[in-house]
């Protein structure tokens, strides 16, 4: 769950925002596709693959007809969790979902009035939970499935109470004694004090929740509302020593709890997310807070362009966090066929843990087929790396990753609003000559095809390979400098150092105006070459690229998360016999810095 200041229609952005004031109710070969490093992330037994599963947040947040019949946020239930949990049990477990994710309101009232025990720790609410979370926890190991449970960052104002709520196993400590004096407040919504882990009790609120959590049994814990994220930063919104402190309790339950964090967060502070936690989400909510689950628009679309940055962090451990997956129930979905798919498409691809927000008691059958794919299923929970771009991140698009076997997972996508072609060039991968095909959403065997596969997609449509080399050479190419001196400099465009970048060194400044053109490309004959452009660019940025002197196609280029890292995506340009010049124009926008470019050699 999350609140988004700049999507101004979401119901969700009262949500946490209610609690404040509700008052305290105390209770009893293609290095761009492959060559990422491993993070060095937690190493947990259960953040070895994605996880699977669902997640109660997208149907409490939609005005769907029906979903939320008591109010706004009111599906969740003990009844309502169980239910899921039958129909996840019996449609989705086999196929490797697990996990049964409780989301934010659990300790609240329908009218969003906390409650909380005498240490103040969340409490049950009892008219969504009338037995109380162990016992629902207890229901959901009987039928073989994992618990998982949230919480804001923080300590919640409401659970403060004048800084006399003692502590539980604390000696003396009171709630006084865990957060600044001046009661500075955290996280997304602002709904919490923040604690001072300065101070010797901090950590002691801390482990009395999570030993909470690991009596009760559960097995998943989402902190919600993290910084610097969630639309928040400065050293009020950095909770890195909470998440810290987190670790630190769960590791001295025994239990193991994957710890999951949320919202939008910082990819400045990735480190600290993988050394603390087992997965991140990168993003705002997936839902639309309107009577679906999702739009395309708002926001499934924005994962193509914010996913790239992160890919290099993901690994076994720790995982880059897309949010829900929300593909199985059409129209209650609010997408498309196409659009579904291409969904589910990228969430398996990336590598991203597959849970499932939608209702699993009225599945349809497309839905659940595109839940159940064993073919994709394993493309995300084998040991394929996550995919990322190996083009540029244009309306039409190719993202790859080389498996262990030598094979490459190859997804195409069509985002435009309109139908087009999509190509995948095997230049682009590193290799030439042939290749099998196989659709793995189709489960069918496409044949062999020279250099390339192209594909017509419908709008937002995708498709999903597994493409085999056929004893086919790697290809060879000329790689040419960017700052060498024999290019040419135009407008701000500078040569800079770059400690990432082959040679030492890149051209930069290419903004307003600014261009390198790199001179004496030499190819053997006239054709259609598809060049790899290795660059270095903090944010996503577009540069319009010529050869020849001839007409220039703009391309965005997705952001390699910092000014330090290297990417590489390739692009076609047809170039004649002989001599070659290949420009790189700014426009009037900004551009990313050029590393080099590497050039096939065909005979």
């Known amino acids: 769950m999350r609140l988004s200041p700049h999507r101004a229609r979401r119901a969700g952005s009262t949500l946490l925002v209610l609690a404040l004031t509700a008052g305290l109710t105390a209770l009893t070969p293609a290095a761009t596709a492959t060559d990422s490093p491993a993070p060095q992330a937690v190493s947990s037994p259960t953040a070895a693959k994605p996880y699977m599963g669902w997640t109660s947040w997208s149907m409490q947040s939609s005005k769907y007809p029906g979903l939320n019949p008591d109010g706004d946020y009111s599906y969740l239930t003990e009844k309502n969790v169980l239910k899921q949990a039958d129909a996840l049990a019996a449609k989705l477990k086999p196929y490797g979902y697990e996990y049964v994710n409780i989301d934010a309101g659990w300790w609240m009232d329908m009218d969003w009035k906390p409650r909380f025990d005498e240490y103040g720790r969340q409490a049950a609410d009892p008219g969504r939970f009338p ?16 618990a998982g449970i949230y919480l804001p960052v923080g300590l919640q104002k409401e659970a403060y109470g004048e800084g006399r709520v003692p502590l539980w196993n604390a000696g003396d400590c009171t709630t006084a004694d865990i957060v600044y004096g ?47 994220g969630s639309f928040k930063s400065g050293e009020n919104y950095d909770n890195v020593a909470d998440i810290a402190a987190w670790q630190k309790a769960i590791a001295a339950t025994g239990r193991p709890i994957h710890l999951e964090l949320s919202w939008s967060l910082d990819i400045g502070h990735v480190a600290d997310w993988q050394r603390y936690s087992n997965g991140w989400r990168i993003d705002t909510d997936v839902e639309c807070y309107c009577n679906t689950l999702v739009t395309w628009e708002n926001s499934v679309e924005d994962r193509w362009d914010d996913t790239p940055a992160w890919t290099r ?27 579904r798919q291409s969904y589910a498409t990228l969430w398996a691809i990336a590598k991203t843990p597959l849970y499932t927000g939608d209702d699993l008691t009225r599945l349809d059958s497309y839905g659940l087929s595109l839940l159940t794919n064993k073919e994709v299923i394993a493309v995300n929970q084998g040991d394929t790396p996550p995919a990322r771009p190996v083009t540029p991140s244009d309306d039409q698009q190719v993202w790859a990753a080389r498996n262990p076997d030598g094979s490459f997972t190859v997804a195409l996508f069509n985002l435009g609003g309109a139908p087009a072609s999509v190509t995948a060039d095997w230049a682009a991968l590193g290799f030439s000559g042939k290749a099998k095909v196989r659709d793995l959403w189709n489960r069918e065997n496409l044949g062999t095809y020279r250099d390339k596969v192209t594909q017509a997609l419908p709008a937002h449509g995708s498709r999903l390979f597994t493409v085999t080399p056929q004893g086919s050479p790697a290809l060879t190419k000329t790689a040419y400098e ?51 452009i290795a660059y270095v660019s903090g944010d996503a940025r577009s540069v319009r690229i010529s050869a020849n002197g001839g007409g220039a196609t703009g391309h965005k280029f997705p ?45």
């Open 482 to 532: 960017a700052e060498a001196g024999a290019n040419t400099l135009a407008g701000n465009a500078s040569v800079a150092d770059c400690g990432a970048c082959s040679g030492g060194r890149k051209v930069g400044n290419l903004y307003v105006g600014g261009k390198l053109t790199v001179n004496g490309v030499d190819v053997a004959k006239a054709g259609r070459y598809v060049v790899d």
């Open 131 to 146: 037995r109380g979370m162990k016992a629902v926890a207890d229901d959901l190991h009987a039928k073989g499935l994992k």
């Open 313 to 339: 962090h993901a690994g076994p451990g720790g995982w880059n966090d897309l949010d829900s997956l929300n593909v199985g129930n059409g129209e209650m979905d609010g997408l498309t066929k196409a659009e």
């Open 182 to 228: 001046d009661l500075r407040t955290t996280n997304g919504w602002d709904s919490s004090y923040k604690i001072d882990f300065s101070r010797p009790c901090a950590q002691k609120y801390i482990d009395s929740q999570a030993r909470m959590f690991a009596d009760w049994g559960y097995d998943f814990l989402k902190v919600d509302g993290v910084g610097p």
């Open 559 to 603: 952001s390699t998360g910092d000014w330090g890292t290297v990417e590489t995506v390739s692009v076609p340009l047809n170039l004649k016999a002989g001599t070659n010049t290949i420009t790189f124009d700014s426009g009037d926008g900004y551009a990313p810095d050029i590393d080099r470019i590497d050039v096939p050699n065909l005979s």
